[in-house]
């Protein structure tokens, strides 16, 4: 995995995070349970970080055309 | 009997498009299982996130929040982490495949650790594990026609219908009518879930928020995880199990040979989690659900969305419902039972005697309607879950995943008899595990409560890690011992 690839540790890092150091139902976020919104909102970072590698990943652009 | 017609005329839609979808393409191995490798990021898309919609999502994960509360939600956690490793991962097994001509995934064990024994092992491991997965699918389908009959149609019958209907379905049209009638069927859940998302919450309880709260208050600490059993431990390592093993499944794995070029997967990896956002909603469902239609047990959750769906709406909204749901479990079962056949097929009995790829093709064919009543016996006799069926699937599959990763690095440090020996320890913990009822709980009571929550998968996998570590080292020193002395 070259450097950039490291970045991809982060979304496990992120959706693990929340319901081991706050497992609660509260506060409710956007009427969502707490834990329900965190790991929503980690689909959603997890998604931006792939876009980012992917962005930046000189193969990605290679194996495209 | 509007809702059964409704089911009946979608169950034939796919057929058709299932025949329409065959004419102009010459049905060979290749063709017939992975598409003759032309398809465009569109239909590989379309296949692998045929994965995300499934009955699995559903009726099981809207049973499970019914059931369970918090412990629903790894099901959205794990398909993006597992997005996230298929970034890596898809591109190099594609491009191997490719570069070979492979059409099945026991091929990619066979010829990367240069051992057809392996790949023999892989096929058994890939069979057994899709038998929970297509069971979950005949569930599905009999909760559905069960449901929509008004519980005029038995079970039993209404999973022998389903079953033949599947079978039917795969002879005809092989993984193209899958791919087509993916794109029906994933407008229709998305528009169905969404529509019963947001409707069922406001109708009964006056918004999303309001409904949560009102879960809060009647049943305290049902939204997060409890503090044993389905703890967050058991959150952890079963989102791990399953993000490791959602690309293992012999059908997801295969699927991705259909691709045409690598960036496919890439993509893909951006595009599927926002994908499966949609799941939100069907636990908005399930959760109402919980509040409207309480009292079901254990297995009888599979029905909650379609409970709910019937004591809230007109028989037609229940038939276009239960049609939905028949897409769901068609697609995938199409997809699991062609793949069981052709494993067997082509890496059990070609191997023992050979056979041309017409043979191999019959042979298949032949095959899907005996996988069928397997899959059937066990839906009519079994008392599971749905999710409980696919965690289970999970438990064995997964323990493909450290000898195929460990294959894709540059130098390989695994044997071919430490992968065998890992797998084949794996698999065994989780036999003994499965077949005694036991758990770790109940073997380990004087151990810390987060290890004894564990996923009893995750165990397996590390006790298959170990394994295939300590029979590499063995067998690779053997190898340079003998290297060195001539």
């Known amino acids: 995995m070259k450097g950039i690839g490291w970045l991809a540790v982060v979304p496990f890092v992120g959706m693990f995070a929340g319901p081991v150091l706050h497992n609660s139902v509260t506060p409710f976020v956007l009427g969502m349970p707490f834990i329900l919104a965190w790991i929503v909102l980690w689909v959603l970072i997890s998604s931006a970080v792939m876009a980012l590698i992917y962005w930046l990943d000189p193969d990605s652009g290679g194996a495209e055309s | ?84 490793i298929s970034y890596f991962m898809l591109p190099a097994v594609w491009a191997y495949a490719r570069r070979h001509s492979l059409v099945s995934q026991p091929d990619f064990f066979a010829r990367k650790y240069d051992s057809p024994v392996l790949g023999v092992l892989v096929a058994l491991v890939g069979v057994v594990a899709l038998v929970p997965y297509l069971v979950l699918q005949f569930t599905g389908l009999g909760v559905i026609v069960q449901a929509a009959s008004y519980g005029a149609i038995p079970k039993g019958v209404a999973v022998v219908i389903g079953a033949v209907v599947v079978t039917l379905y795969v002879v005809i049209s092989g993984i193209r009518g899958s791919a087509w009638t993916s794109i029906i069927k994933d407008a229709a859940i998305i528009l169905v879930v969404l529509f019963l998302g947001i409707y069922l919450p406001l109708h009964y309880e006056g918004g999303i928020g309001a409904m949560f709260a009102a879960v809060d208050t009647a049943k305290p600490g049902f939204l997060a995880f409890a503090a044993t059993g389905k703890s967050v431990s058991w959150f952890v390592s079963t989102v791990m199990l399953t993000a490791l093993g959602f690309f293992m499944w012999p059908h997801s794995f295969g699927a991705c040979y259909s691709a045409k070029t690598a960036g496919v997967f890439r993509k893909n990896a951006i595009v599927l989690p926002l994908y499966q956002l949609v799941l939100l909603f069907v636990f908005f469902v399930g959760f109402t659900a919980a509040l409207v239609v309480p009292g079901l047990k254990g297995a009888a959750t599979n029905m909650a969305l379609l409970k709910i769906t019937v004591a809230a709406f007109p028989p037609w909204v229940v038939g276009i419902v239960g049609a939905t749901g028949v897409l769901t479990a068609l697609v995938p079962g199409s997809l699991i039972l062609m793949c069981a056949a052709t494993l067997f097929a082509r890496n059990f009995v070609a191997v023992i005697r050979p056979l041309s790829d017409e043979q191999t093709v019959k042979l298949a064919k032949m095959l899907v309607p005996v996988v069928a009543v397997i899959g059937a016996y066990f839906a009519i006799a079994g008392s599971d879950t749905i999710v409980a069926l696919l965690l289970m699937g999970y438990s064995f599959v997964t323990q493909l995943f450290p000898s195929l990763i460990c294959s894709l690095l540059g130098r390989n440090p695994v044997t071919k008899a430490g992968a065998f020996a890992g797998i084949v320890a794996g698999v065994g913990v989780v036999i003994y595990f499965t077949m005694s009822a036991e758990t770790l709980a109940k073997l380990a009571p004087g151990w810390p409560e987060w290890l004894r929550d564990l996923n009893v998968g995750t165990v397996a996998l590390l006790v298959n890690v170990a394994v295939m570590a300590g029979v590499s080292a063995v067998t690779a020193r053997g190898r340079v011992e003998v290297k060195a002395i001539p």
Request: aromatic letters at 14%.
């Open chain 2, 1 to 84: 009997m509007i809702a059964l017609v409704l089911i009946g005329l979608s169950a034939l839609l796919a057929l058709g498009i299932g025949i329409k979808a065959r004419s102009g393409h010459e049905m060979g191995l290749e063709q017939w299982t992975v598409g003759g490798r032309g398809f465009g990021a569109a239909l590989v898309f379309l296949l692998l996130a045929g994965e995300i919609y499934t009955t699995f999502t559903f009726l099981g994960a809207s049973g499970y929040a019914y059931g369970l509360g918090a412990p629903a939600y790894y099901i959205l956690a794990y398909g993006t982490l597992a997005y996230v």
